[in-house]
């Protein structure tokens, strides 16, 4: 139906989910207002008077984002509105059932395009992650995935790996049949990842194509042009391990897809869709167009772009919306492939520009659990395909995952204890804390005497209900713990002064965004949130190491993950540590800290908020 060039690198309608069909209605265009925004769209560009509806011609987009490697369903569940009012919960997700609802979604719709948002891989489950993540490109190609922003974790293992996965290649320190090119060479993904933003500084040019462009037949003769830019959150080399990065400067997103219109205008494109790998949170369910409360740092971004941009795929925040925000259409599909976007441009025949766009997110609904409301949200039919290699690698890694290596008295979660009776309101986590104590025993023989864990680094919660592999309630399995840490980092002890130890804590405050190290045992504080940041929030003298004040000329030896140690996630002073030792994996410790003290509770109050 249309052909796509591998670039070198509208007003606003409304989608009505018709309930009780899995089938998308579009509802009566809101003609006046969109014609109103589309001039209003082109007043930085070339002004052009849109042409009457009788000559518009209708694409789908389909996307998604986050899907982070998870080819199996994640095993939860998300809660939907029933017809007859209160809620339904619906076990959703599962390569085969997305392929199969891209499959649904694209029937009746002869222009359809399928797209993503970025961090397609990294901090992936094992039976994707043991692979290098082969296993989640190749199900991406078997689904018709066509352009993809990158994302901070398309990074995790640095350009040269993100490069292989765009053009192939066994991963160069596994063992082909093994780990890597299981059945035969890896070819890489069949999509194309765009990156705008990322610029080799030695050459000066993009790492990625920075733009791709689709041209579809517009049913008479004529073609339409949709171009995509694909972005990624310029703060990327924080969120990463540096020498993962070095060599590269990610720009100001807003700037780096402005810069691009005056090409794409040139080459007659006129429609553009903006893919990137930032995001934004609100209070209402995954498609409530009201957005309430809608706030996050894709807002300042999307405030930027010049207004010819009226179509923003997000990502990053994994939560799923469907937002109209500064006379822009912004989705988010969430994560895990749990939901798709279907987005629907009302596109003019005579200059290709965008005059309605309305969308609605969609559960990809499972066959793993009944649904109650069945009727409304019955599953998608899994893709062969797809379901074939999925089973495929389940079976190679079916020896691992479900070997049970403890058990719990609880559950362990990331989610901060927010009682304001509780010191947890401090910002602790029983898993987090857990994780931490692993990581202190694995290397007390290198005088560890205390670890802290960054909360991004621990990716899943342990939950005694949860069954993966047929074990009993309240048993974990390896697969499970792997999900809890599934980067592969090393341990790094290293050594503080206890005046480094007070600035590595404070650094916790020192970055947009409050973002709690996990501590293990022994280490302790109290913090108060009155006092300015500059002058540090923890309360002088309340920093302990088992049970004694740290002095600010003492040396401690500090337990880290290595992506820390080298800086990530902003807390640099970790580079001044000292005496270095890297030991083993984080994983490693994790599962024999598991095997040793099951069944696990929740850990003790280590650090305390003294203005709740």
Known sequence: MGQDTRGQGG????????????????SPVLRAACLSLALAACARTEPQKPPPVSAAVDVRLIAFNDFHGYIDPPGDQVQAPRRQGGTVALPVGGAAYLAGGIAALKAGHPRSIVVAAGDLVGASPLDSGLFHDEPAIEALNRMGLEFSSVGNHEFDRGRAELLRKQNGGCYPDGTPGRDTCIDGPFTGAAFRYLAANVVDTASGKTLLPPYAIKTLEAGDGRKLSIAFIGLVLKNTPTMVTPSGVAGLSFTDEAA?????????????????????????????SYNDKSCPGLRGDILPVVDGLDPAIRVIVSAHTHQAYNCRYAGRLLTSAGSY???LTAIDLRMSAEDGSILDAGADNIPVVNDKQAVADSAAYAPFPADTGVAALVAHYDALTAPITGRVVGG???DLTRAPLTDSASARASGETTLGEVVADSELEATRAQG????????????????SAQISA???????????????????????????????????????????????????????YAWDDSRPVEAGKIVPGSLKIDGKPVQP???????????????GDGYT?????TQSVRSGLDIEAFTAYLQRHSPIAAPADRVVRVDR
């Open 11 to 26: 007003g606003v309608g409304r989608l009505n989910p018709h309930h009780g069909r899995r089938g998308l209605l579009l």
């Open 256 to 284: 780096a897809a402005n810069a691009l219109l005056p090409q794409l205008h040139a080459q007659g494109v006129n429609a553009v869709v903006v893919l990137i790998h930032q995001g934004g949170t609100n209070d209402g």
């Open 337 to 339: 492939g749990r939901f």
């Open 408 to 410: 719990l008295t609880a």
């Open 448 to 463: 560890a005497v205390a670890a802290l864990i960054n909360p991004g680094g621990v990716r899943a919660d342990l939950l």
């Open 470 to 524: 047929g074990e009993k309630p309240g048993e974990v399995t390896y697969g499970e713990a792997y999900n809890v840490l599934p980067f592969g980092n090393h341990l790094v002890t290293l050594t503080l002064s206890g005046t480094q130890l007070y600035a590595l804590l404070a650094e916790q405050w020192g970055r947009k965004g409050v973002r709690m190290l996990q501590v293990s045992g022994g280490l302790s």
């Open 553 to 567: 000329d003492a040396s401690y030896r500090i337990t880290v993950v290595d992506f820390l140690a080298s800086g």
């Open 573 to 577: 002073t970790l580079t001044e540590g």
